[in-house]
């Protein structure tokens, strides 16, 4: 009902929304008298605040064309490499004429599979980290479906899946790759990179960063990981899952919804938001153009969400989040238990921010103690000062601080030879 009730909503807004545009360009047209007065600009820009809250954010574009590579402008395209039902492996692929003329100058570039969170959000939101790894970096970036979309025809989509696709993905771009969680699936990476150190897997990645990532969720617990923790499985299961409606090709599937998920993120930091908006109003009457693109860019990436199976939203919760099954040594996948201890030769990299307020301190980390065979001489934990959850793989930190810290760590276990090891799990 929820989910009918919000699309009811939607559509008992759009005359309101319309005219609100329309109002909008009334107040700044050229052939109004008044267009310049304050009245106006504060008329028109509380228009456009209201047109903005109120109109459905569809997926953003990638918008990365090109790279820069020792001052050289190198063109770049977005293609499939490889499409299942619930997720589209794409490959930012470098023009290879430019290619070959700098790899001829300084040798392959590491290929990094970046692996998006399927948390609410699309992996757009990861363009910035996309667009600092290209100058060095051949990168491949899982591109999370929107559950509603997908039909009932295509079967379940849960955690064990979602490893499943990690593993495929890790295998369809061959050895020697380095895969990079960000956030939420950290604990499948660390689970599928397990399940391949045990069978020797020739593709097995060269190395695994994760950053901000609820490996241990216990640990330096925030306001989301005590809210699983205090509330019971089935109160996530009796108000967190609604029905997609009709026109949606995934009609009748039982989704997590998206605009339940953002209605979350934005509770956490309410006055945040609304200074944000206010400062927006103020910025459109002060004819502030910049500043108001730079808000309008931040919300349309922000507000624009996707669903998320119940059976996925489900098994995280009472997983990672209440019965920490990966740290406990107890997670399953198809029948078998997963075994970090079982990763000798996979270099490890753990990232995490001094004020992230959705993974604590130490949450990440984790991943160190439970790889109990991975060499010192291949692990890496990095806190960085100053940066929140969302400053561990967008923003200046990121490009000047984490992302040169970690171009590092990759170029130092790639292509190197695996160290000889007893398989451990055994």
Same mark, same amino acid.
Request: charged residues 25%.
């Given at each position: ?8 909503? &939607? ?22 008298? *008044? ?11 509380? *228009? ?41 492996? *794409? ?60 039909? *009932? ?8 899946? &979602? ?61 989301? @990981? ?42 956490? @930091? ?7 908006? &206010? ?22 990436? &922000? ?124």
């Amino acid at each position: 009902m929820l989910y009918s009730a919000f699309e009811f909503g &939607y559509a008992a807004m759009t005359p309101a929304r319309l005219a609100a545009g329309m109002g909008a360009k009334f107040w700044r047209s050229p052939a109004n008298p *008044l267009a310049d007065t304050w009245v106006a600009r504060a008329s028109a820009a509380a *228009l456009d605040v209201f047109e903005n809250a109120t109109r459905r954010y569809p997926k953003p574009q990638w918008g990365l064309d090109a790279t820069l590579i020792d001052g050289r402008t190198v063109p770049v395209a977005v293609e499939v490499a490889q499409s299942k039902s619930f997720c589209d492996l *794409l490959h930012f692929r470098r023009d290879e004429r430019a290619m070959r003329e700098i790899r001829a100058l300084r040798g392959d570039d590491p290929a990094v599979l970046l692996i998006a969170p399927l948390s609410g959000h699309y992996a757009t939101l990861l363009r910035g980290t996309v667009e600092a790894m290209l100058p060095d970096h051949d990168v491949y970036i899982t591109d999370w479906a929107n559950a509603r979309n997908v039909p *009932l025809s295509a079967g379940r989509f849960d955690l064990n899946d &979602y490893v499943d696709y990690l593993i495929e993905f890790l295998r369809h771009i061959g050895p020697n790759t380095h895969a990079i969680a960000v956030c939420q699936p950290g604990p499948a990476l660390l689970a599928a990179a397990a399940i391949m150190a045990e069978d020797m897997d020739p593709c097995r990645p060269a190395s695994i960063t994760i950053m901000g990532s609820p490996i241990d969720a216990r640990r330096s617990p925030t306001v989301p @990981n005590l809210l699983a923790q205090e509330r019971k499985y089935s109160w996530f299961e009796q108000n967190m899952i609604h029905t997609t409606p009709p026109p949606y090709p995934g009609a009748i599937r039982r989704v997590y919804p998206g605009f339940v998920q953002l209605y979350s993120f934005l509770s956490m @930091n309410h006055d945040r938001h609304l200074n944000a908006h &206010y400062d927006y109003f103020a910025h459109l009457v002060a004819g502030d153009g910049d500043s108001a693109e730079k808000h309008r860019k931040f919300y349309d990436e &922000y507000l624009s969400v996707l669903d998320l199976t119940e059976e996925f939203y489900l098994q995280t919760i009472r997983e990672v989040f209440q019965e920490f099954a990966l740290a406990e040594g107890k997670f399953m996948h198809r029948g078998r238990r997963v075994k970090p201890e079982a990763i000798c030769d996979i270099a490890l990299m753990t990232v995490e921010g001094e004020n992230d307020d959705i993974s604590g301190i130490g949450q990440t980390q984790a991943a160190h103690d439970l790889c109990v065979n991975i060499p010192e001489s291949m692990k890496i934990d990095h806190i960085q000062p100053g940066v929140g959850h969302y400053g561990v793989f967008n923003g200046s930190r990121w490009r000047n601080e984490i992302k040169p810290r970690m171009a590092k760590f990759i170029r130092a276990h790639n292509g190197a030879a695996r160290p000889r090891f007893a398989r451990a799990a055994e």
